[in-house]
Every structure is written in structure tokens, then in C-alpha cells.
């Protein structure tokens, strides 16, 4: 979905990276309108500004708006599903059917948003409304109705092969974190018995131990950063009386479930590699709007009550606050390491021409923007993750290194000094002068020394 919406905005602005990134202004700015009109079914005009005001200024958001990323059409048909699914009290057949197909477009966009359609079944029986198999009969409706036709297509066309692309991502993800847990257990074990010189033995005791709290440590931080430092104890006095306020309106139960469901899948995603982006709290911070509303709410009481002030005054004078700490940091440049790669890319491209796709060799996330610029003008759509898996054909040895680089019809390497594996050959150590030739070297904060060779 997202690729045709780059096609679309192709066609208006004739450049790719400006289309692309057009898609995620036009989709982080829309996402705002049924976030308003969410936030306005629960609270007051005011309030439900105020809530609008802190996503549109909240930086991760507003990174992720000017990115070249799919998470802007994902949060506008998430939020979209949001304010369908408890537009009314009473859910008719048509909203739930509605909000289905808003949470299938989100998930199609990020597999993790397959979330929100499995806590909208829960949510249905936790309720205490009538008909409830009924209700999740109907709002399961165009899941069912998709997966039947995605199954019946492919015998169809395959005769009989099913592939079940990114559905079976989650069941695969948890699963590798519960082996990323056990072998970093036995991997700590193994240090215990050797420990490295100049680290006491009890260290590793106890990571071992507390192994499991470790990745609520990671969790947290980064919920810290995306949620936003100074917005944080708004979302926390929030929680204070939650349990008062769903008495009021079930619906809020809904979104409760969803945050406890995000924290819950992103604490196993730790386990995996113990990498966590702070746009992938988006999965938490999109619902947790009510709690952000009824610590708004609190907040302006507390303004009139201590500070005499009326209303209106008030209002104002959170929404400059609102301003005053988030402008510094929206208003800082980003992307530094990005424009590195952009210009590590382009270098590439220049030499190669656009008559064939470019084969590079590169570690991590920097992959899809190294091979993005250099094969930009390619008439063709070569995948950016061919070689994610890159770890497990690395080797250990150099000379079969180069070998695998020659076998893949690899000529570039961009070799990046703290992505490079600890636990490989050191490539600068090895003689890859009488191999590579070096054409160029950045440096970043984050990445260290940053070098592109071609392979003679």
C-alpha cells in the first residue's frame, strides 16, 4: 500500500526520495485528524486539543514524519481503527466492519499492528455487552475473508503451495526470544567459568540472574525517549483513578489492553537481538492517548486550583509549555548518518552508472539506504534485505570472506566500525589491501569509522 502511494506522489513530484517522503508528511499530518476526534469522544474539546497538540509536537513522531518509513500510514490507519472502534458505545455491524479494515491496513504496514486485531476480540468478551460472538464474529469478518482469498489465490496460481508472507512473524519472534534468552544464559554461564581479565566473576552471577529485569531496563528507556521526557508524568498521573474511569466508559479497557499488549510484545522483541527503535513504541504510544487525556485533565485543575488561573489561561499556558519543550528538539538536524550513506550511495552510483543493479555489501539497517542511493536510478526494485542475513555467510576467515563477495557478484563492501561482528575475522587487521581498494571514510558518533572499498 504504501509503495502505491509512492507511485502516486511520483507522479506529481517526478523524484522519488521527495514522493516518498511526501507520503510520510501527508500520512503523519492526517494521522492527527482521527487522533482529535478520538481523543474528542472521551474528552473535551480542549482537552482532546491539548492531547492533539503533545502527538503533533512529540519528536519521535516527528522524526518519523519526515523519514523515508512506512510508520506514517501506519499510525493514520491505526488511529483510524481507534476512533471507529469506539466511535459509539453501542458498536454497530458497520463500525466494526469499519475498524477491521482500518487495523488490516495498519497491519499490512507494520505485522506488529496485528495486535490491535487481536485485542479487539478480548476487549468484545471483557465488555460485558451483549452478543459478543456475534460482535468479533463481525468484526473478524474481512480478516476471514482476506486470509481465504490470499489461501484460494495461491493454490489457485501455485497449485497448492501456501505462503503465509509476514503472518507468521510474530509466533516466529517470540520464539526467537525465548532461544536469544536461553543461549545469552548459557553464553553468561560460559563466562562465569572464563571470566574476561579485569571483570569479577560475580558480574556475570548476576546477569545472569537478573537477565529477565535487564530487558524491562531496555524497554524503558526507550519508552522514556518516545513517549518524551518532560510528557511522561502527564501519562503517569493519567493512570492515577483508571480504574474509576472505566467504570464510567468501558471503552477505555480497550486501550488499556492494547498498551499492556504492545509493552508485553516489545519486551520480547528484546530478546531477540536486544535492538529496540524508539518508532517501534509507536505500537504503545498510539493508544496510550487516554492515559496522556486524563492526565491533561488533572493538570489544568491543578493550574486553576494552585495558580487562580481561569480556564482559558490555563489552556494557553500548557500549550506554550508544550511548545517551549519540544521546538529545541524538533528543530534540531537530523539524519547526519544518513546523509552519509546517502553520499556513500550516490559515490557508488556514479562510478556504476544505472544499467544494472549494484550488489554492496553492508552491515545492518545502512544497507537499505546505501543500496536505495545507489541503485536510485535503476529502472528495477532490487530488495533491500537480499542480504539481511548477512551473519550467517561472514565466515570466520577472510580469504573465504572475499570468495563469498566474488560468488555473490558483490563489488563493494562498506565496512562500519562498531557493526562490524565482534565475534568475526577483524577485516581491517587482515591484508585487504592486495583485494580492496579504499575510496573514501566518514566518521559518526553512533558508528564510528565508516569506509567504502571496492572489490579489485
Known amino acids: 500500500l ?30 492527527l485528524l482521527p487522533l482529535f476526534g478520538l481523543a474528542r469522544t472521551f474528552f ?15 519528536p519521535m513522531l516527528v522524526d518519523g514524519s519526515v523519514d523515508i518509513v512506512r510508520d506514517p500510514v501506519y499510525w493514520f490507519f491505526a488511529v483510524l481503527g481507534f476512533y471507529l472502534f469506539t466511535r459509539r458505545r453501542q458498536q454497530t455491524a458497520t463500525w466494526l466492519l469499519l475498524s477491521s479494515c482500518a487495523f488490516l491496513l495498519a497491519t499490512s504496514m507494520r505485522i506488529e499492528a496485528i495486535v490491535f486485531l487481536l485485542v479487539v476480540p478480548l476487549f468484545i468478551f471483557l465488555d460485558g455487552r451483549e452478543y459478543p460472538l456475534r460482535r468479533t464474529g463481525i468484526f473478524l469478518l474481512p480478516v476471514v475473508l482476506i486470509l481465504l482469498a490470499g489461501i484460494g489465490g495461491q493454490i489457485w496460481l501455485h497449485s497448492g503451495t501456501i505462503n503465509w508472507y509476514r503472518l507468521t512473524d510474530i509466533h516466529n519472534w517470540i520464539l526467537r526470544a525465548f532461544s536469544g534468552y536461553e543461549n545469552l544464559r548459557l553464553s553468561l554461564k560460559g563466562l562465569i567459568r572464563q571470566p574476561p581479565a579485569g571483570i569479577p566473576v560475580e558480574f556475570f552471577h548476576n546477569v545472569k540472574n537478573i537477565l529477565w529485569f535487564i530487558g524491562f531496563g531496555v524497554v524503558f528507556q526507550n519508552a522514556l525517549e518516545t513517549f518524551f521526557y518532560p510528557f511522561v508524568p502527564i501519562y503517569l498521573i493519567g493512570l492515577v483513578g483508571i480504574r474509576q474511569r472505566l467504570a464510567e466508559d468501558r471503552r477505555g479497557l480497550f486501550f488499556v489492553l492494547s498498551v499492556t499488549a504492545a509493552f508485553v510484545l516489545l519486551y520480547f522483541f528484546v530478546f531477540i537481538d536486544w535492538q529496540m527503535e524508539n518508532r517501534w513504541l509507536a505500537l504503545a504510544l498510539l493508544p496510550s ?101 548477512y551473519y550467517e555467510w561472514i565466515g570466520d576467515d577472510y580469504n573465504r570472506f572475499v570468495d563469498a563477495l566474488k560468488t555473490r557478484g558483490m563489488k563493494y563492501l562498506v565496512w562500519e566500525e562498531r557493526t562490524w561482528p565482534k565475534d568475526r575475522f577483524d577485516f581491517i587487521k587482515s591484508p585487504y589491501e592486495r583485494d580492496f581498494m579504499r575510496l573514501g571514510s566518514w566518521s559518526h558518533p553512533d558508528t564510528g569509522e565508516i569506509v567504502l572499498f571496492e572489490l579489485r
Open 289 to 389: 492517548f487516554l492515559f496522556l487525556g486524563f492526565g491533561m485533565e488533572k493538570l489544568v485543575a491543578f493550574s486553576q486550583r494552585k495558580f487562580s488561573l481561569k480556564k482559558g489561561t490555563a489552556l494557553v499556558l500548557i500549550g506554550l509549555l508544550i511548545l517551549l519543550f519540544t521546538l529545541p528538539k524538533n528543530m534540531q538536524a537530523r539524519g547526519d548518518d544518513k546523509v552519509i550513506y546517502k553520499t556513500i550511495g550516490e559515490t557508488i552510483a556514479n562510478r556504476e552508472g544505472n544499467s544494472r543493479k549494484i550488489e554492496i555489501m553492508t552491515l545492518g539497517v545502512a544497507s537499505r539506504w546505501v543500496l536505495f542511493y545507489a541503485n536510485q536510478r535503476f529502472p528495477g526494485a532490487p530488495c533491500p534485505d537480499e542480504y539481511f542475513y
Open 2 to 31: 504504501n509503495t502505491l502511494f509512492i507511485a502516486a506522489f511520483f507522479k506529481i513530484f517526478g523524484n522519488w526520495v521527495t514522493a516518498a517522503t511526501a507520503v510520510s508528511v501527508c500520512f503523519g499530518t492526517l494521522t
Open 44 to 58: 473535551h474539546r480542549e482537552i482532546a486539543a491539548l492531547v492533539t497538540l503533545v502527538y503533533a509536537m512529540t
